[in-house]
């Protein structure tokens, strides 16, 4: 979730301007066990914000080094980005952006550790990083460390809280502590809000319906699935879930034996 300022370095002011974030979904080990929608999927999310003081203060070779990182991580690059963004941050310590950066990268990379790390660094000199807490309730969900996760969701400001990653993570969260109702509620919304292509998301809605044993809508969703074109990072994990709930169709509907009893 890269902090990129639209325009370039010369554009940067201590007013209000277009910042994007290079927002990376690293989603995987769902509690309940079922299919494990993806990671390292990139998307850009447009918003206003403001470039603090300390940023304005960050040498320009450090910048230079950022946005080399940035343009890589845009072309799912996530080792050479990440690398880059080490670069800049061995300039200017200090240096939020190229943090989150960092953290996003590492992401993608399954470095959740190493992610945690940075976007607690990043606080530390910038303690409203934008963007931060989406990398960092990502992180939490793929540690399984559901409960931190869903606490990080809640906490988000309001510009990270209407992004559709953070109901994404939501999801990730009420489907890994098994809560049902915000399981169903935030994987509605966020296969509703999610770009078209992000298949994970109807993963996640089929995770969902499964916690639920609503077993033909999600028999629905996996079908889905499983027809997009292209190459679908998950086909055989929802091939197995398929067969799953397909069997637990099939014990539901299963006629029941005359008893004595019922006779």
């Known amino acids: 979730m890269a902090l990129m300022l639209s325009g370039g370095v010369a554009q940067r002011t201590v007013s209000?301007?277009?910042?994007?974030?290079?927002?990376?979904?690293?989603?995987?080990?769902?509690?309940?066990?079922?299919?494990?929608?993806?990671?390292?999927?990139?998307y850009t999310y447009h918003g206003p914000a403001t470039i603090s003081v300390a940023t304005l203060k960050i040498p320009p070779s450090a910048w230079k080094h950022f946005e080399k990182a940035r343009s890589l991580a845009v072309k799912h690059r996530p080792v050479e980005s990440e690398k880059e963004s080490g670069k800049a941050l061995a300039i200017a310590p200090t240096f939020a952006a190229a943090r989150i950066l960092q953290a996003s990268q590492q992401l993608a990379l399954r470095d959740f550790t190493g992610a945690i790390a940075n976007v607690d660094a990043a606080r530390k000199s910038e303690p409203d990083a934008q963007w931060s807490g989406l990398i960092l309730a990502g992180a939490y969900n793929s540690l399984h460390r559901y409960e931190d996760a869903m606490d990080t969701i809640l906490s988000l400001d309001p510009t990270e809280a209407e992004c559709w990653q953070a109901k994404y993570e939501h999801a990730r969260a009420a489907i890994g502590l098994g809560d049902l109702d915000e399981a169903l509620k935030w994987s509605s919304e966020a296969w509703e809000a999610a770009p078209h292509d992000f298949t994970d998301a109807i993963l996640m809605r089929a995770n969902a319906l499964m916690l639920a044993k609503r077993w033909a809508e999600a028999s629905d969703k996996l079908y889905a699935y499983l027809a997009r074109p292209g190459v679908q990072p998950h086909r055989e994990e929802a091939q197995a879930a398929l067969a799953r709930v397909t069997q637990r169709m099939k014990e539901e509907h299963k006629p029941q034996g005359v008893t004595l009893a019922s006779r």
């Open 16 to 42: 209000v301007g277009l910042l994007a974030a290079v927002f990376v979904i690293a989603s995987d080990g769902l509690a309940c066990g079922q299919v494990a929608p993806g990671e390292g999927h990139i």
